[in-house]
């Protein structure tokens, strides 16, 4: 069976094969304001995640974009992509680099980090196991010496990285794959487990996020992986009077005084 696509194009199916025709891929092939709007911010992204030795390929190819894409017609009315303003700050960019680095060669690093408890930022020594993308955030996986287990940090809240010259202590069985779940960075043999109820106004919601189980009054339990006091508090105060803590005891007392905090403050 033969197929006139459109003119210049035709395709051919026969018993186990697809033939394609054309002449309209022997010339160069422009490309809307759109596309090049897309390949911009495509390279200005991975100019960010590259080293400085390697980006600057990348940096020449997005300046032949610009400039293609300078030079077309004013009638598109869809305003120009800046890809830099979705992307990460110069401090971030290092430091992904550094971590790279860490990890290529298995060496340990020293970050400093800022958190709840810590807003200025603690340092920490770290054997880094690698590295994870998920929604819009990038996260160190890394066995962190103060709190002698696995940790994960989150990229933008690092203040800086050093490459430190001692051999990182990496086990050879761990997946790093295994860090992901429900899109979320979070390890999956932590040693604790937050449980939490959500009411039965949110469980219906709750529930298209992951396992839950049901309860009678129509709330839904859930275990998290407990990984990091701070976000245990955070995550149970977003939902507000609709999510309990049920364990561990250590959690609730936190929510608690978070809460009352909250409560003696000015409004």
Known sequence: MIIDVLEGVRLAFGGDTVQLESTLFRRPMGLTPDELGALELGLAALEQELPPHE????KRARHRV???ATG?????TRPP???SSMLASERDAECLSLLRTAISARRKAELVYRSGSSPDGSTRSVHPYG??????HWYLVAHCEKSKSIRIFRLDRMISVVVLDEPADIPDHFELEATL???RALVNNAEEVLRVRYSAHIARWIAEHGKVEEQPDG???VEHALLDDDW?????????PEAEVLAPPRIQALVTERVELLLEGPF
């Open 181 to 183: 779940v429900n899109g």
């Open 66 to 68: 610009t400039s293609a």
């Open 219 to 221: 709330s839904v339990i």
């Open 81 to 83: 992509v800046h890809a």
């Open 232 to 240: 245990a508090v955070r995550h149970v105060l977003q939902y507000g």
């Open 131 to 136: 590295l994870v993308f998920a929604r819009g």
């Open 72 to 76: 077309l017609s004013a009638e598109s």
């Open 55 to 58: 980006a600057t390929v990348a």
